[in-house]
């Protein structure tokens, strides 16, 4: 059973960090190209980073030099280390997972910036 889990998320001040975790099963992780996106409401949902399987790394323009993704095929697992936060990266968090069996998502994870 393919499970893609989403932890981390939380409420936090302008400024502040959190790293996102996203714990992968049920496929071979190491495969697939990873990636997180966000869902702000009455918003669309839109790319954040994403890591292919040998580790280049895409970013939207407006997280760049903020958010960092990161994958550790031994674990089955992706991060997202973000830095630096602002209002406007409040969102809920999804991972995906894109490979042979297509696309894959979590359930999602809430982060809220605000002070």
């Known amino acids: 059973q393919v499970q893609l889990v989403e932890s981390g998320g939380a409420l936090v001040q302008p400024g502040g960090s959190l790293r996102l975790s996203c714990k992968a099963s049920?496929?071979?992780?190491?495969?697939?190209?990873m990636g997180w996106y966000r869902q702000a409401p009455g918003k669309q949902r839109e790319l954040v980073a994403s890591?292919?399987?040998?580790?280049?790394?895409n970013y939207a323009d407006s997280v760049k030099g903020r958010l960092t993704i990161s994958r550790d095929n031994a674990k089955t697992t992706v991060y997202l280390q973000m830095n630096s936060l602002k209002p406007e990266d409040t969102a809920v968090y999804y991972c995906?997972?894109?490979?042979?069996?297509?696309?894959?998502w979590g359930q999602g994870t809430q982060v809220t910036v605000s002070s």
């Open positions: 049920g496929f071979i992780f190491s495969v697939y190209k």
């Open positions: 995906n997972a894109d490979g042979r069996r297509g696309s894959m």
């Open positions: 890591i292919t399987i040998d580790y280049r790394t």
